[in-house]
């Protein structure tokens, strides 16, 4: 069976009341004359299926296909940036085992067809991104919500953590820097089994004892402004805490890792400081782009603004052609 493709855009149509903007497109036409779609339906008694852009998003094959290529497209990034020799973190050696991401929620205004609940509501979309302090890329990390309903960040983290530890080579040591709302000790407590540590600021109420000092050496460039490296201990569980006071502002910090003792002080401090530039990140892509800002995940009234981040497809496609020799 041929078909027959025919260009229709020199005799549009003219406007009627059931086609108002005239019929500019394609034609697809078999050798039996039929177009494509009459065809599927007498010879095969199929209807060819009709979808729109948003629909076609639903679909679970499309989506697995672009998440693959996604996550295809970040290891081509990255392995094209380190034969660069592109490493933020070289001057740290201990660093080299950790793939260092910080993380952080971000919420858009809902799209136009976003489904509204029964009371006729809907809230912002966002999820997860993930900034690799090795190599400067951000990647979507995992979807919170996608605006039919409220939803709390955390929870869906330590959901794709999991479904990653079953995934991941047992050897393979991830660090996570988030802010404080991460600091569940008896979750990161389990997570170094698979080699998944974490850094943070600790609560102002946390419930924690001092159980002993680490000695670190203060001379050390790094560790300039650090006052204490101790262990702490909840409910049987133990964390290292770091008490930084910025030399330029007098504040003082305190920072929670699940990091071995090995690791610097300084270090933890150097790393959280970095989280922020996640946040500085979506600043820019918000006047860059000129985005428009909308409402938290919590409520679509709620008055807190954040940035509108463009499609993975698009970032990428900017990465590309910043690779793209001049």
């Known amino acids: 069976m041929a078909f027959y493709f025919v260009s229709t855009f020199p005799?549009?149509?003219?406007?009627?009341?059931?086609?108002?903007?005239?019929?500019?497109?394609?034609?697809?036409?078999?050798?039996?004359?039929?177009?494509?779609?009459?065809?599927?339906?007498?010879?095969?008694?199929?209807?060819?299926?009709?979808?729109?852009?948003?629909?076609?998003?639903?679909?679970?094959?499309?989506?697995?296909?672009?998440?693959?290529?996604?996550?295809?497209?970040?290891?081509?990034?990255?392995?094209?940036?380190?034969?660069?020799?592109?490493?933020?973190?070289?001057?740290?050696?201990?660093?080299?085992?950790?793939?260092?991401?910080?993380?952080?929620?971000?919420?858009?205004?809902?799209?136009?067809?976003?489904?509204?609940?029964?009371?006729?509501?809907?809230?912002?979309?966002?999820?997860?991104?993930?900034?690799?302090?090795?190599?400067?890329?951000?990647?979507?990390?995992?979807?919170?919500?996608?605006?039919?309903?409220?939803?709390?960040?955390?929870?869906?983290?330590?959901?794709?953590?999991?479904?990653?530890?079953?995934?991941?080579?047992?050897?393979?040591?991830?660090?996570?820097?988030?802010?404080k709302a991460v600091t569940d000790f008896v979750c990161w407590d389990r997570q170094k089994r698979h080699a998944n540590c974490m850094i943070s600021m600790l609560k102002e109420n946390s419930i924690a004892t001092l159980v002993e000092s680490i000695p670190f050496d203060s001379r050390h460039e790094i560790n300039t402004g650090v006052e204490a490296y101790s262990v702490y201990g909840n409910k049987g569980i133990k964390f290292n805490v770091v008490d930084y006071r910025d030399p330029e502002t007098g504040k003082l910090h305190r920072f929670v890792t699940t990091l071995p003792m090995t690791i610097n002080p300084g270090t933890i401090a150097m790393l959280y400081f970095k989280r922020w530039t996640i946040e500085k990140t979506f600043n820019n892509t918000k006047s860059n782009f000129k985005e428009t800002q909308a409402r938290h995940a919590t409520s679509r009234n709620s008055g807190t603004p954040v940035a509108i981040i463009r499609s993975p497809t698009q970032r990428m496609g900017d990465a590309l052609n910043a690779l793209r020799p001049q």
Do not use: W
Request: aromatic fraction near 10%; hydrophobic fraction near 30%.
């Open 11 to 179: 005799n549009a149509q003219t406007p009627t009341k059931q086609r108002p903007y005239g019929y500019r497109g394609l034609k697809i036409i078999t050798s039996l004359k039929l177009r494509f779609q009459d065809f599927q339906r007498q010879i095969y008694g199929q209807l060819l299926p009709h979808s729109t852009y948003f629909k076609s998003l639903k679909s679970h094959r499309r989506t697995s296909m672009l998440e693959a290529f996604e996550q295809q497209s970040y290891h081509l990034h990255s392995e094209t940036l380190l034969s660069q020799g592109i490493d933020y973190l070289k001057a740290f050696p201990k660093l080299d085992e950790y793939t260092i991401e910080a993380a952080d929620g971000h919420f858009i205004d809902h799209a136009c067809h976003t489904e509204k609940n029964s009371k006729g509501e809907v809230y912002a979309a966002g999820g997860i991104y993930a900034l690799n302090l090795r190599s400067g890329l951000l990647r979507f990390l995992c979807l919170v919500t996608n605006g039919t309903q409220r939803h709390q960040e955390i929870p869906v983290l330590r959901d794709h953590i999991e479904k990653q530890n079953k995934g991941n080579n047992s050897s393979q040591k991830h660090l996570y820097v988030y802010d």
